[in-house]
């Protein structure tokens, strides 16, 4: 166990739906990060939270939105969703904004399926 | 744009014998490397880092070599033991100038090692 806590741990849900896969940081870690594995990819950057505030986006949809609460959890909302947004969606922790020295550390992620 | 690269998709040696997984990136900003390994239905773990100030960084039978002239680095594990059998991701980061935790991260190679 990571300390990082991903649910649900599957999803299987159908295109034009909505989502949300929440996370709930390591005690201590202020801040959350959401990445997107998709089939025969590498971990793809969504989005940081620190804090509660935004501290980095990658390329992610509009579709998508993320929120960090203040209790430190995040939720990672899909809407509208596409054949494609099937995919391993990962969460990981670390204590400050910046990269620590062993980067951070990765919940077990949420396998979202849509048909 | 693939910023990182694992033209590996798998690799298979003998339990005992040396594995060399490989990793190219093209951003010359990147500062700040690290190894994750993964294990079925569970999150990416932190294996090994490397700072660009360095060419070599070793823990245990884990050994990391940087090439910056290159832009290549290689994760060395001597001897390979079966438990080794995983998904290997490298990962980069722009640490020093991007004061972010966003890492880039590579397809992944699949390390296989046979008993």
């Known amino acids: 166990d990571s300390g990082v806590t991903q649910t649900p741990k599957h999803l299987i849900t159908a295109t034009g739906q909505r989502v949300t896969l929440r996370c709930s940081p390591r005690?201590?870690?202020?801040?959350v990060y959401w990445y997107q594995q998709s089939l025969d990819q590498g971990l793809q950057f969504l989005i940081q939270y620190y804090n509660g505030e935004e501290r980095a986006k990658g390329n992610i949809l509009e579709r998508f939105s993320a929120q960090q609460f203040p209790d430190l959890h995040s939720e990672l909302n899909l809407s509208s969703l596409e054949l494609g947004d099937s995919a391993l969606y990962f969460c990981?922790?670390?204590?400050?904004?910046?990269?620590?020295?062993?980067?951070?550390?990765f919940g077990s992620g949420t396998r979202l399926t849509v048909v | 744009d693939q910023q990182v690269k694992q033209n590996s998709p798998s690799l298979s040696v003998q339990e005992g014998r040396i594995s060399i997984l490989n990793c190219d990136y093209t951003n010359s900003m990147f500062d700040y490397f690290l190894w994750y390994k993964k294990y079925p239905a569970e999150g990416p773990t932190f294996l090994i880092s490397i700072s660009s100030i360095k060419d070599k960084n070793e823990d245990g039978r884990f050994t990391v070599f940087l090439n910056k002239s290159a832009k290549h680095l290689s994760l060395h594990i001597v001897p390979s033991q079966p438990g080794d059998s995983a998904v290997y991701f490298c990962a980069a980061s722009s640490r020093l100038s991007g004061n972010t935790g966003k890492l880039i991260f590579g397809q992944g190679t699949t390390l296989q090692v046979k008993p």
């Open positions: 005690s201590g870690d202020l801040s």
């Open positions: 990981a922790s670390s204590v400050g904004w910046g990269l620590a020295n062993y980067g951070y550390t």
